[in-house]
């Protein structure tokens, strides 16, 4: 099956980041994070403690969505590392082509995928949660969901690379390979956390 996903989606995947894909990628997280910080009308103000609405929980569907498409990079293959492939396929396809657009100059590679890969213990934590994710989607509201996709997008964009973005790889996928051997050592093996 995942040979044949991959070659059906093997011409719209791509583990290179340009520089268009990269100016899609931190232009969502300042869009998402300057709404935040202008506040919407819901957060803080909805509740009455303040104008600003500044409520900092606000962010957590987009974070978790960025660790999540972290994830995605790292999975070697299967549906999310294929999935991690087409966002950032098309984050580097409307990035280019607004790039073309606005300056007449075409981006170059800025960084090919070279986030750290899941062990099989973390894989049981990726599979976990996305069966948990995927049973409760509709239990979300419908602007979490939003905020979350949107998360997911600019993991997979901003993940690649050196310095800042490829810190983000480093600190979530061993973290996760780190929890999946730990919690496989207490349930199955009787030892404690």
Aim: aromatic content about 10%; some cysteine; overall charge positive.
């Amino acid at each position: 099956m995942n040979t044949l996903a991959a070659a059906a989606f093997g011409q719209f995947s791509t583990t290179a980041l340009t520089g268009a894909g990269l100016a899609v990628g931190l232009s969502l997280l300042a869009v998402d994070h300057y709404t935040w910080w202008k506040g919407s009308g819901g957060g803080a103000a909805a509740a009455g403690g303040g104008a600003s609405g500044k409520d900092i929980k606000a962010l957590i569907p987009t974070w978790f969505g960025i660790a999540y498409g972290v994830i995605m990079v790292g999975c070697p293959a299967g549906a999310l590392g294929i999935i991690g492939g087409v966002l950032r396929w098309g984050g580097n396809t409307a990035g280019g082509a607004l790039m073309g657009f606005f300056t007449g100059q075409k981006a170059g590679t800025v960084a090919t995928a070279s986030a750290p890969t899941l062990t099989w213990e973390g894989a049981l934590v990726v599979t976990a949660l996305t069966l948990t994710l995927w049973s409760l989607r509709k239990k979300f509201p419908a602007e979490a969901r939003r905020k979350f996709k949107r998360g997911v997008w600019i993991g997979c964009l901003l993940t690649i690379g050196t310095g800042v973005f490829a810190y983000l790889g480093t600190l979530v996928i061993p973290s996760v390979n780190e929890v999946g051997a730990q919690l496989l050592d207490s349930v199955v093996h009787g030892t404690s956390l």
